[in-house]
């Protein structure tokens, strides 16, 4: 059934069935049999390459826990986790946008870490709908990342300009994100990260084993796919 048919009463899973098993799978599958030396291969060639398969691995699990406990947890989970305390320390890692490398640096780990934020949005759309997850929105200060977020996602998001705190002639613009667009970016970078380590795959003379669907962020006409 197409997302536009379903109804605000629908389950939230129907909407992503991708986090229930599918991304995991297609990443596992993706990164089978690599060794340390690939994992870790870097080139200052390519903007893409600067970040090794293990940082792409590492960037996307910390992402999970950095959207949907940080960003949303106090809306989704009132009432605290837990594991609250474990997910806090994800997520005030010293190094930018991935998880802590002195302590989640073997691929079993981060892959373990990976599992875990799967499982926990799965958990939030399990408890949510078609339409609250529409409804439920978060906000955030503009910045120079929106106009990609807005070129991909057809629904989710909006612009509004506030007057600053004092200020009357002053404004500030924000961006309200709806829940929806918050599973949808999760969605988008999952499968654009993936295609980064293929091309880390391909700069080192290997193959690649899944077809990666061409949407969300690295489908954009202006992103970077430059290949080796």
Known sequence: ??????????????LFPQFESALYNMITTEIA????????????????SEWSIRRNLSHVASGNFRWFWRRWGQQLFPEGLPNAQE??????SPY??????????????ILDKLHQGLALAQ??????????????EVVFDHDARWPWFFAAHPTGLRREI?????ESTTTRPKVYMSLEATFRHR????ITHLYNI?????????????????????????WDRSEP
Request: net charge negative.
């Open 162 to 166: 506030e007057a600053a705190s004092g």
């Open 198 to 222: 293929q091309r880390l795959k391909r700069a080192q003379g290997l193959t690649t084993s899944i077809d990666i669907p061409f949407e969300g962020y690295w489908a954009l006409p202006s």
């Open 96 to 109: 930018e946008r991935r998880l802590d490398e002195d302590l989640s640096w073997e691929l079993d780990v």
């Open 187 to 190: 969605y988008f970078e999952h």
């Open 87 to 92: 997910l806090d320390q994800l997520v005030t």
């Open 33 to 48: 049999g690599l060794t340390e030396e690939q994992l870790d291969f870097e080139s200052d060639r390519w903007k893409w």
């Open 123 to 136: 958990c939030i759309l399990s408890k949510e709908t078609v339409g609250s997850l529409r409804a439920k």
């Open 1 to 14: 059934m197409a997302q536009s048919q379903l109804s605000d009463d629908a389950p939230a899973t129907m």
